[in-house]
């Protein structure tokens, strides 16, 4: 089989974070966690292959090769719905369960894509879940180093020695992966859906009025309050990921503002 180019892989492989609504946790059932792994596998259709996947209690990690990158949206519309169906149904709860947007990454080429899944599988590992990826159950790293999962496009890019490399840039990856795929605690990660939107801007201003109602403050105080700046760029990157270059662009201040402000707050 010849070898799948890298164009290819820059614009096939993508990388799919989906999480509940305000950080709701609506995987946090055993039942909850196995039915959205089934209803991704069975809402797999021609020109889809699954290549990884993680589900956390409160987000879910998903790397596919799609033929064509326009059915992504259709895709997780059809995945989330149904889930979000039985999700209500369970709770005996309405509206929403996830966030207004999911966020994706292109993948850039054969070494991000080997760092994408190890990422992915060591989620659990880096929340303090387990010691190691093959002691989480909901993911997918077990069925694919017992190879009972492979897709068959892996296949055409690394040939018939994926095991090997996989396991072998495991190492590698620890290091690596922290800097180049886990990425939305930096701002680098690529939070973008098929038209580049960034992040979804309600979202980040719900979080930036949460923060502001429990300090008692307002957001044009925050933007005059270097002190405040930081303790929410703080915030929201610790536990909402929010990258600076959002924060700085939902505040109307420069997107190097806050880089300045830690700068001067070092030399201090």
Request: charged content about 30%; overall charge positive; glycine content about 4%.
């Amino acid at each position: 089989m010849p070898r799948t180019s890298r164009e290819s892989i820059k614009s096939n492989f993508i990388h799919i974070v989906t999480k509940g609504v305000t950080r709701e946790f609506i995987f946090y059932k055993k039942e909850y966690k196995d039915k959205y792994i089934s209803l991704l596998k069975q809402k797999l259709e021609n020109g889809i292959q699954l290549i990884s996947y993680c589900v956390m209690d409160n987000h879910a990690h998903i790397l596919m090769y799609m033929e064509d990158i326009k059915i992504l949206e259709k895709f997780m519309k059809k995945l989330n719905t149904a889930y979000a169906i039985f999700y209500n149904a369970k709770e005996e709860r309405e509206g929403y369960v996830f966030a207004t947007r999911y966020y994706s990454q292109i993948i850039k080429n054969e070494k991000h894509l080997l760092q994408c899944m190890h990422y992915i599988h060591k989620n659990p590992v880096k929340a303090g879940i387990v010691s190691l990826p093959k002691n989480y159950k909901y993911s997918s790293y077990n069925a694919i180093m017992n190879g009972k999962m492979q897709a068959e496009i892996l296949k055409s890019v690394f040939g018939e020695n994926f095991y090997y490399m996989y396991a072998e840039a495991d190492a590698e990856a620890d290091a690596e992966a922290d800097a180049e795929a886990d990425t939305e605690e930096n701002g680098n990660f690529i939070e973008e859906d098929l038209q580049n939107n960034i992040i979804d801007k309600k979202d980040v201003e719900d979080m930036i009025n949460e923060f502001c109602n429990k300090k008692g403050t307002t957001m044009k105080q925050i933007k005059q309050s270097n002190k405040l700046i930081i303790e929410l760029k703080e915030h929201l990157n610790i536990n909402h990921r929010v990258s600076n270059k959002n924060i700085c662009a939902i505040l109307g201040i420069g997107k190097n503002r806050i880089t300045l402000i830690e700068r001067k707050l070092k030399k201090d």
